[in-house]
C-alpha cells in the first residue's frame, strides 16, 4: 500500500545533541511537510517542499533543517535540540499545494524527547 | 487571513449516538476546501473527509458527513452511529486553492465515546 514512513518512530536525545528524523513515501507525491505537535495541540507547519522548492515558515527557529534528497525521502535536523522541542514530529505529503482535494497524507509520526 | 475555529474541547459521547463536531473558518478566498482529521492516541493524523466550497452536495464518507454550510462560514463533522474507536482528537482544517495556501488547523476537539 502507497504510504507515508516515519523512523524511528520514538527518539530520545541529549540536550544539545544533533537529532534526524526521516520520513519517506510512496505516494510519489510532489509536496513533503514537515510539522511539529505539542501535546493537545494543532500541527505546526516548520517547512515544506515542492519537489526541490524549500519553503520555510516565517517563525520556524534556525535550529531546524530540512533535507530532501530525492522525491521519495526528507530529512528533518534539529541542529541543538532544547527540552522545548520535545514534542510529535509529524511528516505529510500532497500531491499539489493548493487546488481541489489538496489533502495531505501524514506519517506515524516521530515522538521526540529531550533529556 | 484564513482562520479555523473548533469551539468544543471535549466532548462524551454514549456508543451508537450520533455526535456533531463544530468548525467554523473565516477566509477571504473565494475557493477553498475544507477537510477533516482523526488522531488516535498513536499519534497518526488519519484523513476523514474533503468538502469544496463550490460542492453544492455536503461531502459523505461512509459514517462521517459534513454538515457545510457556505454563509455561516460552519463546516461541521458529523458521526453517525459513534463507536468506541472513534475516541480520538478531531481536527478541522481549510487550504485556499492558489498555488500558494497551505492547510491550516483548528485547535481540535476531543472526543471520547461511552460505552
Known amino acids: 500500500d502507497a504510504m507515508v514512513i516515519q523512523n524511528p518512530r520514538y527518539q530520545v536525545t541529549q540536550f544539545g545533541k544533533p537529532v534526524t528524523l526521516s520520513c519517506s513515501q510512496t505516494l510519489n507525491h510532489n509536496v513533503m511537510y514537515w510539522y511539529q505537535q505539542k501535546s493537545s495541540q494543532a500541527p505546526k507547519l516548520l517547512f515544506h517542499y515542492y519537489d526541490k522548492d524549500f519553503n520555510n515558515e516565517a517563525d520556524t527557529p534556525d535550529n531546524f533543517q530540512s533535507r530532501r534528497p530525492n522525491t521519495s525521502f526528507c530529512f528533518l535536523d534539529i541542529r541543538s535540540p532544547g527540552l522545548g522541542d520535545a514534542a510529535m514530529y509529524l511528516c505529510?505529503?500532497?500531491?499539489?499545494?493548493?487546488?481541489?482535494?489538496?489533502?495531505?497524507?501524514f506519517g506515524p509520526g516521530t515522538r521526540l524527547t529531550v533529556l | 487571513a484564513q482562520k479555523i475555529t473548533q469551539t468544543q474541547p471535549g466532548m462524551f459521547v454514549q456508543e451508537k449516538e450520533a455526535v456533531t463536531l463544530d468548525c467554523t473558518y473565516d477566509?477571504?478566498?473565494?475557493?477553498?476546501?475544507l477537510f477533516w482529521y482523526k488522531q488516535p492516541s498513536s499519534g497518526e493524523m488519519i484523513f476523514l473527509i474533503y468538502?469544496?466550497?463550490?460542492?453544492?452536495q455536503n461531502a459523505t464518507e461512509g459514517r462521517y458527513s459534513l454538515n457545510f454550510q457556505k454563509a455561516r462560514k460552519s463546516a461541521n463533522l458529523v458521526i453517525s452511529a459513534s463507536q468506541l474507536g472513534d475516541s480520538a482528537m478531531y481536527f478541522c482544517?481549510?487550504?485556499?486553492?492558489?498555488?500558494?495556501?497551505?492547510?491550516?488547523f483548528g485547535s481540535g476537539t476531543r472526543l471520547s465515546i461511552r460505552p
Open positions: 477566509t477571504s478566498d473565494q475557493s477553498y476546501g
Open positions: 482544517a481549510m487550504s485556499g486553492y492558489s498555488s500558494a495556501s497551505k492547510i491550516i
Open positions: 505529510a505529503t500532497s500531491r499539489v499545494i493548493g487546488g481541489r482535494n489538496n489533502e495531505q497524507f
Open positions: 468538502q469544496g466550497s463550490y460542492d453544492e
